[in-house]
């Protein structure tokens, strides 16, 4: 058996001092203020083994992978009906967003671009009492962590300058794709993706997409069938617009998000995080994916 | 000179029992009960004489005709500084009008298109105390008429549904191409396009793009220029996606509502309203059209 | 009457030293050889008048006016079935027009955007038995003038360099509207832009057009309507993207082309020919623009 | 281990009989006339054992699928200046790939939507002294089978016939994209589409991208960072507009073909190829695609 905790120690040694880390979002001061130089690891294998290193403990705003808990639920709760709302595929472009919406009536490329998780987050404020609670309550049971919690100031600096979510529900409600008000959708959604884990949290709550929809407490919320869809769209829409870069560098199906983290995971194998918040042109952290991709490399545990 | 009573007596006639009016918009309950049997012909010229026939005393919801009047106010107001925010070409395509937004990174293609009508009233919301009641002053004022009132009913309607507006007004604000907010800009829009005036208003307001910037009752509004400019885009820009049949059919520039009206006008000669509320396809009025290719080809005043 | 030698000659004298002249067009050779400071009008009034100052007897290279020919010729020999094969609206956007093209199932948008022209050029080649020389024979006589002819040389350098218009007509032939070979519609479409006039000529050829039909010889040719057509056509089509921009600083319908020359014409009143071969950044001449905007000035003839 | 060939004998049991077959491919005749009830399955494990079942002999038209072994070689010869020609991300919407192109000047998405695969072409021309017959070489040298054909019937009916190619490959010259004549490149291309090979053949052809570069010969044709970078494209692009589909369902890294045939592969393990001829909507064989969805259930072989 390899050496885990040496792979990773050796990747964070040779990346935490590279000059060039990217640039730390800066739409929204809560997110500019994060120290460029965080840069954190959790492994977890499937047998339950944990390796850590670096700042994995400093909690970060996971923002855009929260889309893959959300869509968890959500897909729990309606099954397939999900995906009359919605299609699976790639989106191509990042930068004409609204176009392609316009373009195809309504109906979003998948669950991960902002419009497909606007309508996830539609289907839980339509499903659930308290979404916010609930939803939280389901990340919590996941990663098997009380202390895990929101960041309201995030949350409302994001619904403060998001007017192209705005913009992204408006024109999904004038299609007929939006149930609830813009505005409570919107705040549920700005909410979840304010949600902070750090990295060994992120790594227990996916834990689940590598184990075939059992999660640690050994209970089951998915099925095989349902985990098996939600990697494949990890996998070809998880990097924005960077997916084919990605399947290439790591080969794993992840999701990233403009906080800074990554998480990844070969089914049955392994759940891996990171987090280094300087971003790459394409919205994806740097560092982090500079880190996978020697994991893979050095591990040769990809899918090819 | 021609008899223009024996004219329009002649159009109303020959066009008033026509079986094929078209569809009254129904998109709101307010415009959608209106009797499409509806037919008013009102014309000025410019010596200040008036004809009419039908239903021109009637009132009507005049929608977006109100942006060749919210146009010229900001006009009046900012000047040339208004074209730093919009541009004056045709916009080819209704259908994708946030594509179109998205591709040419905020700017509105023209001052008619819906998101060019909403920097419009940005610009209104920005310049006046008390837009509302300016605006409704303004209209009155060019009119000579103080029983112009808005349909505060048409207005909440509107708002309650216009979704693709408030995409497109997110979408402006997200290229900083709107100052104020959101809500607010959007209900001074839907109270514009709720004004309601008969032909008989409607022509009288347009007067003073026949004559110079000059209204009826002597007052210099807009510098000649401003006019041929306004003039310029109603020509280009007027009649949705239809700009280049209503060129050939009529000839004139003019400007067509949802509401079933229209007015037209030949510079230095005529302005003239139709209301007819049956729409064809493209979104202006059935009748209306018919009856203004009728008038230009039967007395030869067209710009061909 | 105004003194029009004068009105041309003072306009002749202002704009013939300007420094800022625009850019020759310098995607083939035979056209960018051309001397920016040619400069040449040629006005001729309905009834038969004769006004010309400058460079108005130097041959040029009428490029995209020549679609207005071609027009005018199928639209003679099919009338309005013309009207299945393309649309008769603004087309917005030049920078994608291969885009609009697959958007709207290879229908054109108008007869002047290129994939337009190429239809119309087929639609020639179908019709006529010698294409080349039968269109040549309509110029001649629309200009009473046997001495245009084509310039072969810039036709083969169009031909060699002209991918786009490869690329549309080959768009428009997968969606069946090309009944014959691209490169035999192309030879044919390349030819007649290849076309030379001066300002007089293309001034004599334009007369039909403010004559209802009827050329210098009084031949009749188009009828009332379908002059009235081709002349809304060139109003809200007939300069690239600064169509809107034309109809307010000229007001008249017109055509330009890469060459450097600009035709326009009130109806019942003038023609006018202008070339100046710098062009300002949307396409179309600069000097050009500017002198037919002074003349309508001075002269208060236009369409407002 | 597992008996394959009992595994593929009962998915070929299960469907062989299926009655909704998808439709053949009726665009050019020699397509058109292939028998829908066609159907073979060819395994091949990476220690070279091998399992068939029914039509596994019988050639077919590779068509799209010879995308792969163009751009493997391309890739051989080039190295990584390939990527300054184009991209490697999923393009989304199949049903305007002109307009991306345009949108993205000219630079396609990735090496499988027909104008990568253009370029790709290009490259082979502008490289190879004898295009046709040292790729042909180069695929038989793969399969280690020389019988491996051309069909130039097939061939010439597609350049007969693929006018959107020609648009496409003329777009590409028009942004210099393109260093050989169209033409020249596009007849090529069409041979390429036009190989025939059978299931035992493509599947041996394919061996290399499980085996890490090296083929059943032992040569080593490609180095494993090219290998990861393919079967990367192929998981992400591989299966048109339904990638995202297909890497659920299946899982696996492959491609299919408009004849009908599909590849697939898991790394270090197997590559298998089926084929039947009739398609789902979406242009991939419909009981091939059900037949590797079948397979990877039953063996739990696939990337999650």
Chains 1, 2, 3, 4 share one sequence.
Not at 29 to 58: A, R
Not at 106 to 132: E, M, T, W, Y
Not at 138 to 161: C, G, H, M, W
Not at 172 to 181: A, F, G, R, T, W
């Amino acid at each position: 058996m390899q050496d885990f905790q040496q792979v990773i120690n050796s990747i964070h040694k040779q990346l935490k001092d590279e000059i060039n880390r990217g640039l730390v979002a800066n739409y929204i001061p809560e997110l500019s203020h994060i120290d460029v130089n965080n840069f954190g690891i959790h492994l977890k294998l499937i047998s339950g083994e944990n390796f850590s290193v670096g700042d994995s403990q400093v909690p970060f705003s996971i923002q855009s992978i929260s889309k893959v808990l959300s869509l968890s639920l959500a897909f729990q709760l309606q099954g397939n009906a999900l995906w009359k709302r919605m299609d699976v595929e790639p989106s191509g472009d990042p930068f004409n967003q609204l176009s392609l919406l316009e373009l195809e009536n309504g109906i979003p490329r998948n669950p991960f671009i902002n419009s497909g998780a606007i309508v996830i987050a539609d289907i839980l404020v339509s499903q659930l009492k308290n979404p916010k609670e609930e939803f939280l309550h389901f990340v919590r049971d996941l990663a098997n962590d009380q202390t895990i919690t929101y960041n309201p100031a995030v949350a409302a600096s994001e619904k403060a300058t998001g007017y192209t979510n705005y913009a992204a529900a408006y024109l999904l409600k004038s299609y007929q794709n939006l149930e609830n008000e813009v505005d409570k959708v919107l705040d549920f959604y700005f909410y979840m993706c304010s949600l902070e884990m750090n990295c060994e949290q992120l790594t227990n709550a996916f834990y689940i997409f590598a184990n075939h929809g059992v999660c640690q407490q050994n209970k089951t919320w998915l099925t095989t069938s349902q985990i098996k869809r939600i990697n494949a769209i990890m996998l070809t829409c998880g990097f924005y617009d960077e997916a084919g870069e990605f399947a290439f560098e790591v080969g794993l199906p992840g999701k990233s998000g403009v906080g800074g983290g990554i998480v990844a995971l070969l089914p049955n194998n392994f759940v891996i995080s990171t987090w280094s918040p300087g971003l790459n042109p394409r919205g994806n952290s740097k560092i982090g994916m500079q880190a996978l991709e020697a994991f893979t490399t050095k591990t040769k545990l990809s899918i090819f």
